[in-house]
Each structure stands twice: as C-alpha cells, then as structure tokens.
C-alpha cells in the first residue's frame, strides 16, 4: 500500500531519523573513546558502553555489528575529526603561510582527542588491526595536507615533487613530535613546531 503523506513531510521525517541515528552513533563512539582513556581496553564491551549511553546493546551491534567493528568506527571517526579540524583552518594570502598554519591545527587535533587518538597511532585496543579499506580511508582523511602542498609547488614555494611525498614526511615529523610530547618527554609545542617546520623547509625551492 502506498503511503499518502505528502513527500516532503517524508523527507523531513527521514532527514530527522538520520540525524537522530548520527547524533547517537556519535554519542556511542565518544562514550567509547572517552572509556578507553580513562578506563583502558578492557571496559569496552557492549554492556559498559551501553550502560555509559543509556541505550540498549541492541542498538550498538545494529550500527557496528561487533566490537571489531566498533573500534574500526572508532578509528575512522578520529581521522574524520581530524579531517574537520584541518579542513577549518582558514585559507591564508599564500599557500605557502596555509601549509605552516596546518602543523598547529593537526597538534591541536590530536591532543584535544586522546582516546581517538592513542586508537588511531597507539594500538590502544590490543589485537585491533583496522582493515585495508580503514588504512585507505583514513589516509585520504588528510589529503587536505596534499592539496596545500601541490599549491605551494604550483607556486613555486616547494620543490617539484610528488606531494604525497611531502606529506608523508611532515606527517611522520608531526607524529614523532607528539608521540613524545604525549609520553611526557617534551613540554610543549616548541619541539613540534621546530621539526615540522625543519620538514617543509627541507623541500623549499630556491626562488629568485
């Protein structure tokens, strides 16, 4: 039998019920993340997570089928937010200004979400190993990082190149930098913000 409410009274409802379903999927994860920092791996079974959200387990295994699958939403939702942060820094008067005022966005990122990020970098869920497809995802969760670089090398800030190559290298001098600044070894932001400058100035093109 065909429904008789107006179409567009159906859209508003279906648009409700997604936004309804990702505000709580969000809700689920972040409840997630926060129990794996605060508590450690092993408070992450569906009951504690769904006691912590105040909804049943059914609803988690209906949206992440597993725990396995949980924490590779958990992985990818903290690349996600990653890519937001990154994606929110303000185009600057050149590409060049763009590319160094990511460095301080993506520390910002990844100290502001430590649970999202001790899963993405750290292995914080033993014998959680995200799939192919996952790695792919949350590798082009950063292309913002690629596009800014082939703009400066357009403009001839950075040396021809491929751009990924770059990103990589500043992307692996940010994390050696924050990974000992999690741990306890460096104070603050200055040892980060001196390597990965110390990156992009290593591809600087000589310019008249």
């Known amino acids: 039998m065909t429904s008789t409410a107006p179409r567009g009274l159906q859209g ?8 309804g379903q990702d505000e709580l999927r ?8 926060q129990l794996l920092i605060t508590v450690g791996p092993e408070s992450l079974s569906m009951r504690r997570i769904a006691a912590e959200a105040g909804c049943s387990t059914t609803v988690i295994y209906t949206m992440f089928g597993s725990k ?9 939702e903290g690349f996600e937010r990653f890519r937001r942060r990154l994606e929110a820094v303000p185009p600057h008067r050149n590409a060049l200004e763009h590319l160094t005022a990511l460095g301080p966005a993506y520390r910002e990122a990844a100290l502001a979400e430590p649970g999202y990020y001790a899963l993405m970098f750290e292995r914080a869920i033993p014998g959680f190993a995200p799939s192919e497809r996952a790695r792919t995802l949350a590798r082009a969760a950063l292309n913002v990082l690629d596009r800014v670089i082939a703009d400066c090398i357009s403009a001839g ?10 990103a990589d290298a500043l992307w692996a001098a940010a994390q050696g ?3 000992l600044e999690r741990a306890g070894h460096l104070r603050d932001g200055h040892t980060y913000q001196t390597v990965t400058y110390a990156t992009i100035s290593r591809y600087l093109a000589d310019r008249p």
């Open 12 to 19: 508003a409802y279906l648009i409700g019920e997604r936004a």
């Open 26 to 33: 969000g809700r689920l994860l972040d409840v997630a993340s």
């Open 68 to 76: 396995e699958g949980l924490a590779e939403a958990l992985y990818l």
């Open 157 to 166: 800030y950075l040396i021809p190149t491929q751009p990924r190559k770059i």
């Open 177 to 179: 930098a924050i990974g």
